[in-house]
């Protein structure tokens, strides 16, 4: 089992950016890939974006690509995600989540990410 904690979360102005990290225990962190996803208030959760446990083959939702670049560090047992640009529409809690073993190849739907973190707040202002 893996735990999951997310941090960066907080209150920015429109066009500012965050920098979102999610420290995972377990050491077997590094086997897994690793996803981002958000909700906003009255919304289901969202994709956002994914990684790979090698670090490589990122891929993100269409509303975020170009403004969001996901990473991870595997000897630090951690994920972050770089928010940049960001915009009003991006205020949501943040989760991120492991991937589950088998999972279609670029997946993005909830059911197919396995333990999650307990969230972070973003608020962007207009």
């Known amino acids: 089992q893996v735990q999951l904690v997310e941090s960066g979360g907080g209150l920015v102005q429109a066009g500012g950016s965050l920098r979102l990290s999610c420290a995972a225990s377990?050491?077997?962190?590094?086997?897994?890939?690793m996803g981002w996803f958000r909700q906003a208030p009255g919304k289901e959760r969202e994709f956002v974006a994914a990684?790979?446990?090698?670090?490589?083959?990122?891929y993100y939702a269409d509303s975020v690509k170009g403004r969001f670049t996901i990473s991870r560090d595997n000897a630090k047992n951690t994920v972050y995600l770089q928010m940049n640009s960001l915009k009003p529409e991006d205020t949501a809690v943040y989760y991120c989540?492991?991937?589950?073993?088998?999972?279609?190849?670029?997946?993005?739907?909830?059911?197919?990410?396995?333990?999650w973190g307990q969230g972070t707040r973003v608020t962007v202002s207009s």
């Open positions: 990684i790979n446990w090698s670090g490589s083959s990122p």
């Open positions: 989540a492991t991937r589950r073993r088998g999972a279609t190849f670029q997946a993005m739907g909830v059911s197919q990410y396995e333990y």
């Open positions: 377990g050491r077997t962190f590094s086997s897994y890939a």
